[in-house]
């Protein structure tokens, strides 16, 4: 059942299984996923939400039906029928959301090569966002008292500019600074050191590849041509000097 939900929550949100590694050496590539926590929190504030979802409805339910009581009956028949549709709306809506929050989580991927990262999150909005090394200003590692208790921290890596993808879907930091987070991670030091070390190799490389000039083919009689013209110069010159 789980299955079928995923294939058609899947299908319908035409939402690919991985993104395209960013740019880089293809050896280069490292893969990294939020951890196991992450879902747990994830699954429990959605407890919580549908909790309270069904104490509103459950509360509208008994109010509304005292005070009903005094309508004709076809209305309190219609009041009834809208009470069985909106549980039965709310029950069979529980599956799909558990599912959301499941594939929130296997489809959050964070790739970094050796010239750029790439962060793509969502389900019914996919947000992707690529950011390339020669950008980048400053990463952090930043965790909170409950993170901390979830063995879980972020990595906010900090940029000029940004790639393509949408910055703003990770937020963005003052000064027109783009911000790209790895949320929720356990290895949130390796991260940051393995995001540094590549950052520092790249700069030292030389900030990317060098250009290099397009072969020029230049036409024998075009030098001769030159060559008359320049002869001709000389001698007006000298010609105009004796005079």
């Not at 299955?3 to 299908?11: E, G, P, S, V």
């Not at 939400?49 to 509360?59: D, K, P, T, V």
């Not at 937020?171 to 290895?187: I, L, T």
Request: proline share 4%.
């Amino acid at each position: 059942m789980a299955n079928w939900i995923k294939a058609q929550i899947l299908r319908m949100m035409l939402v690919p299984s991985e993104p395209h590694p960013p740019a880089g050496s293809p050896g280069s590539i490292q893969v990294f996923h939020a951890g196991r926590n992450y879902l747990k929190w994830r699954l429990f504030i959605w407890a919580i939400a549908n909790f309270f979802a069904f104490c509103g409805i459950a509360i509208a339910y008994v109010s509304l039906s005292l005070g009903i009581r005094r309508a004709p009956e076809w209305a309190q028949l219609t009041w009834q029928g809208w009470e069985i549709l909106s549980f039965t709306a709310f029950l069979a809506s529980l599956p799909f959301t558990y599912m959301q929050q499941k594939l929130n989580y296997e489809l959050r991927w964070y790739m970094v090569t050796d010239r750029s990262l790439r962060i793509r999150s969502g389900i019914w909005s996919v947000q992707e966002l690529t950011t390339t090394f020669a950008n980048i200003q400053e990463v952090r590692v930043m965790s909170g008292p409950l993170q901390k208790v979830l063995g879980l921290a972020d990595v906010a890596v900090f940029s000029a500019g940004g790639g393509g993808g949408g910055s703003t879907a990770h937020g963005g930091g003052g000064g027109g600074a783009h911000v790209a987070r790895f949320d929720g991670v356990e290895n949130a030091s390796e991260i940051r050191d393995l995001i540094i070390d590549r950052l520092r190799r790249y700069r030292d490389s030389g900030l990317g590849e060098v250009a290099h000039a397009p072969d020029v083919t230049v036409d024998p009689d075009a030098i001769a041509a030159a060559r008359t013209v320049l002869d001709e110069v000389r001698a007006l010159r000298a010609s105009l000097g004796t005079g």
